[in-house]
């Protein structure tokens, strides 16, 4: 059964640290998006790849945060330094291609907790 | 500014019955509409979709409507079951030609219990 794997499940940290967050998109997906749940704001996207390029990042903070594709195999998620209102749950979803919305498979999701 | 909105965080309905969930859009190049179900500490899982060239998409339970002119979309679910509690969000996509599809913009999401 295909999934996505998003790592780790939890993270607890101090106001200021480097978070990094992983996805491991579903063999075959050519898109990967990154969302952040939040109570107040409900599913935002934060970034959009395609074939391992960014389309679009423009729901990112530039100044804390990136997104990159290192391999077909793997994206991250790099919040550098944290802030407590970063604390959301942040999910990876993969997709066959931008298009092919019913493919698209989404990650248990990354919880983090900034103090 | 959200460009998907749903008003009602919560609703709670008697197994048997409808559900009606309700979501307004703002954006009128959104041309394809999606809902997904969320069960706690799971991602959201595709649950029926519909393009803005039809008005109703059906399967088996669950029946999503979408009123353009209203630029409105509601799922129905009959019968409601207590297996159906979940959040569930509303998603749409616009296309913007030359430019490329924009990935899927999400409402907040409404909390359905199906109380037995």
């Known amino acids: 059964d295909a999934r996505v794997t998003q790592t780790p499940r939890h993270k607890v940290t101090e106001m200021g640290q480097e978070v990094t967050m992983r996805c491991q998109p579903i063999?075959?997906?050519?898109?990967v998006f990154w969302y952040r749940q939040t109570m107040m704001q409900g599913l935002e996207l934060l970034a959009y790849?395609?074939?391992?390029?960014?389309?679009?990042d423009s729901g990112m903070p530039k100044d804390r945060f990136s997104a990159e594709m290192p391999d077909a195999t793997l994206a991250t998620l790099k919040i550098q330094p944290s802030e407590p209102r970063d604390s959301a749950v942040y999910f990876c979803?993969?997709?066959?291609?931008?298009?092919?919305?019913?493919?698209?498979?989404f990650g248990s999701g990354t919880r983090l907790t900034v103090v | 500014d959200q460009q998907v909105k749903q008003n009602s965080p919560s609703l709670s309905v008697q197994e048997g019955r409808i559900s009606i969930l309700n979501c307004d859009y703002t954006?009128?190049?959104?041309?394809?509409f999606l809902w997904y179900k969320k069960y706690p500490a799971e991602g959201p899982t595709f649950l029926i979709s519909?393009?803005?060239?039809?008005d109703k998409n059906e399967d088996g339970r669950f029946t999503v409507f979408l009123n353009k002119s209203a630029k409105h979309l509601s799922l129905h679910i009959v019968p409601s079951q207590p297996g159906d509690s979940a959040v569930y969000f509303c998603?749409?996509?616009?296309?913007?030609?030359?430019?490329?599809?924009?990935?899927?913009?999400f409402g907040s999401g409404t909390r359905l219990q199906v109380q037995p």
């Open positions: 063999l075959g997906h050519n898109t």
């Open positions: 979803a993969s997709g066959l291609d931008p298009d092919n919305f019913e493919s698209y498979t």
């Open positions: 519909i393009s803005s060239i039809k």
């Open positions: 790849f395609r074939n391992r390029a960014p389309l679009d």
């Open positions: 954006n009128s190049m959104f041309d394809y």
């Open positions: 998603a749409a996509s616009a296309n913007f030609g030359g430019a490329g599809r924009r990935a899927l913009t």
